[in-house]
């Protein structure tokens, strides 16, 4: 009998999850960004994207090291 390795389907579908949420986040900050005229807000929102963007970036090689993504 063949031991399976890696993610169980439950766990791929919750990287899966983070993943999109992570990424629409980024994309809906990003798109908000030019309405918005404050200085502050605007360093606030950039530095936001950017971490969700380096938290999917993450998440992607999670899943790539573990033969998910090609």
Not at 17 to 26: G, K, P, Q, R, S
């Amino acid at each position: 009998m063949a031991v399976k390795t890696g993610p169980a389907p439950h766990e791929l579908f919750a990287l899966h999850a983070l993943l999109a949420a992570e990424a629409a986040a980024a994309r809906k900050m990003q798109a908000n960004m030019a309405a918005v005229r404050d200085r502050e807000l605007k360093l606030f929102m950039q530095d936001a994207v950017a971490v969700r963007q380096r938290r999917a970036n993450k998440i992607r090689q999670l899943m790539g090291g573990a033969g998910i993504l090609h």
